[in-house]
């Protein structure tokens, strides 16, 4: 959709507007940024823009040749149609860039229908605000785009209530053999990816070896790389983790578009920690503002978190210090890392152990059979730890493990026969 744009900022607390992020936004959906026009006022309820910053966006168009002017501000439905006949091109706010992103990124089906579902919602109330598509609406009672549009709404919801669950099956069968599921999250750019790199077991800073990751791991300071999830399996102390890097958040996104992805947070409703990641480098406010988004987002019935500060190589102890404390109130158990220099990661791996569901500990006696071996193997295998003490006719294996693997090998044990019997 997008090709070329001039983007354009309004904020009214009295500093400069940051173009930084819309920026950056406009040209991950493709564009070439034309021109920028910024303004300091309180918002216009008509146009979001003053009439003669209105007439100043229409003059940057006519002279680059824009074809799309992009508002970093959320836009009704009201402002986007007064605003493209004011300026004489397509207009869109932030949150059909980034549903721009996310269909671009689309890879699943559910994800497809998800972009689908939201573009739709989008779409839906400017359709209503064009005044000749209520007059038509008002002469046909079917057959109007409207009604089209409403039609295709509900149509894909179906679509969605009735996808196979197959990520539910697959993490209780994780579960059952013996995983803790980890969930990362946090904001685009915290290093998100960069931590899963440094954490899993099969991968590294370097990567290049695995096809899949070039576009769901990746270290690049780019924003929605993808909008699937990436999972690795890492081992910390024993204990076999899945960490799943999940969408990134970002700033100011609506209830209704965070709704239609709701798939996307799944991991971490489901899983046994978060393990959220924030930028420690950026301002003081934005950091708070940021973690507390999110851990609104995330909700009041959400898994243990552990905080990862990261980017601690970029900031002096004294600012460290006092962003520490600014958010020492909103992030629980926090723990400052770099996750590019590998500082602190020990500590990081720690702290998210003692938020994990705690192991049992058991023994079985086992005779030296086959079969008996061959549980011994598994347990090596699955559970945390696993010591054997060797007797002239059985075996005592003492282990520590998650209660389900503690539940299938005591199972498995009692099901094993002596020699002769």
């Known amino acids: 959709m997008l090709q070329t744009a001039v983007i354009a900022k309004r904020t009214d607390d009295g500093g400069q507007p940051d173009t930084e992020e819309i920026r950056g936004l406009t040209e991950a959906a493709g564009a070439r940024v034309l021109g920028a026009v910024t303004q300091t006022r309180p918002e216009d309820p008509g146009t979001q823009f003053g009439a003669g910053k209105v007439e100043e966006i229409a003059a940057a168009v006519e002279e680059t040749g824009a074809d799309t002017v992009v508002v970093d501000n959320p836009l009704t439905p009201q402002q986007t149609v007064n605003l493209e006949r004011a300026v004489g091109v397509h207009v869109v706010d932030r949150h059909r860039v980034v549903l721009e992103i996310f269909a671009e990124q689309a890879r699943t089906r559910r994800a497809q229908l998800q972009v689908e579902l939201a573009r739709l919602k989008y779409r839906l109330p400017r359709i209503e605000e064009d005044g000749d598509f209520q007059f038509l609406n008002k002469l046909l009672e ?18 969605l209530d009735d996808l196979p669950a197959v990520d539910e099956h697959h993490r209780e069968r994780r579960r059952e053999q013996g995983f803790d599921l980890v969930a990362i999250a946090g904001y685009t750019n915290a290093g998100k990816s960069t931590l899963l790199r440094r ?14 990751l070039a576009e769901t791991a990746g270290v690049e300071n ?11 399996r ?11 890097d999940t969408v990134g958040f970002l700033a100011g996104l609506p209830h209704w578009l965070v709704e239609s992805f709701r798939g996307t947070l799944r991991e971490v409703e489901e899983a046994d920690a978060v393990l959220l990641v924030a930028d420690v480098a950026q301002p003081t406010a934005e950091l708070r503002r940021k973690l507390e988004t999110t851990m609104e987002t995330l909700g009041e019935d959400r898994p243990p978190v552990v905080t990862a500060l990261n980017k601690v190589d970029e900031v002096d102890d004294e600012t460290l210090a006092e962003r520490r404390a600014a958010v020492a109130d909103v992030a629980p158990n926090v723990v400052a890392v770099s996750a590019l220099a590998d500082e602190d990661l020990p500590a990081l791996t720690d702290r998210l152990l003692a938020t994990l569901p705690d192991l049992e500990r058991a023994e079985v006696e086992l005779p030296l059979t086959d079969e008996a071996m061959s549980l011994v193997s598994w347990l090596h295998d699955e559970a945390a730890t696993a ?20 539940e299938r ?10 020699p002769g019997e």
């Open 409 to 418: 090998a005591v199972a498995r044990a009692e099901g094993i026969a002596a």
């Open 234 to 244: 890492a081992t910390v102390e024993g204990r076999d983790l899945l960490l799943t």
């Open 142 to 159: 079917k057959g109007t785009r409207l009604n089209d549009v409403r039609d295709r709404i509900d149509e894909i919801e179906r679509k």
């Open 199 to 212: 954490l899993a077991d099969d991968m590294s800073l370097d990567e290049d070896s695995h096809d899949d």
């Open 387 to 406: 010591e054997v003490d060797y007797g002239s006719d059985a075996a005592t294996v003492a282990f520590e493990a998650k209660p389900a693997t503690v």
């Open 222 to 232: 780019r924003l929605f790389k993808t909008l699937e999830t990436t999972t690795r």
